[in-house]
C-alpha cells in the first residue's frame, strides 16, 4: 500500500532523529531472511536498546541528505534496513548485526553506517563491528594490569619453594 507524503515525511524525521541522536547507526542489507531469524534479531537488538527500523531507499537518502551527509559512495541496494541506538556502547548496533550475520551466511550484511556523526563505508563499518563490548575491553585492561603482579608472584613463589 502506497504511503502519503505525510507519512513519508514523519519516517524521514524518524530516521533523520535516529541518524543524529543515535551513538550509531548501521545500514543492513537483507535478503531471504525468514520471519523467525528476523524475530530472533529482533528481541535481541531491543535488549541491547537498539532499534531496527526497515525504511524505502529513497526515505533513507532524504534524511541523510537533511543532516548533510554525503551518501553518493554508499550502495544503497536491495533490501535495506537501519539498526540504531545502543545507549553508552557505540559499537553495540554494529557488533550485533555483524554477529546475526555470521549465523545467518548471505543473508544479512552490513552496507555502511554513521559512526560518531560521519557516514561511514562497509570496511569500515565492519572493523568497528568487530571491537569487543567495553566490558570485555575492561576485562583485557585488568588482565594486562594483573598479569606482571602475577608472573612475579610465581617467580617468588619458586624461589620459596627451592629455598626450603
Do not use: C, W
Request: proline share 2%; charged share 25%; net charge positive.
Amino acid at each position: 500500500m502506497a504511503k502519503t507524503k505525510a507519512e513519508k515525511g514523519v519516517i524521514i524525521d524518524k530516521l533523520e532523529d535516529a541518524f543524529k541522536n543515535a551513538t550509531s547507526s548501521v545500514f543492513v542489507h537483507f535478503t531471504k531472511v525468514t520471519v523467525a531469524d528476523e524475530s530472533a534479531m529482533r528481541r535481541a537488538l531491543r535488549q541491547s536498546e537498539v532499534s531496527y527500523f526497515v525504511a524505502k531507499k529513497t526515505l533513507i537518502r532524504r534524511a541523510l541528505d537533511k543532516l548533510g551527509h554525503k551518501h553518493e559512495e554508499l550502495p544503497l541496494e536491495g533490501e535495506v534496513a537501519v539498526a540504531y541506538g545502543g545507549g553508552a556502547d557505540a559499537t553495540v548496533a554494529a557488533r550485533l548485526v555483524h554477529e546475526f550475520g555470521r549465523k545467518m551466511i548471505d543473508k544479512l550484511t552490513i552496507l555502511g553506517g554513521i559512526f560518531e556523526g560521519k557516514l561511514v563505508g562497509a570496511a569500515q563499518m565492519q572493523e568497528i563491528a568487530t571491537i569487543p563490548s567495553m566490558q570485555v575491553l575492561r576485562g583485557m585492561f585488568v588482565n594486562v594490569i594483573n598479569s606482571p603482579i602475577q608472573g612475579l608472584a610465581i617467580a617468588l613463589n619458586a624461589i620459596a619453594q627451592k629455598k626450603q
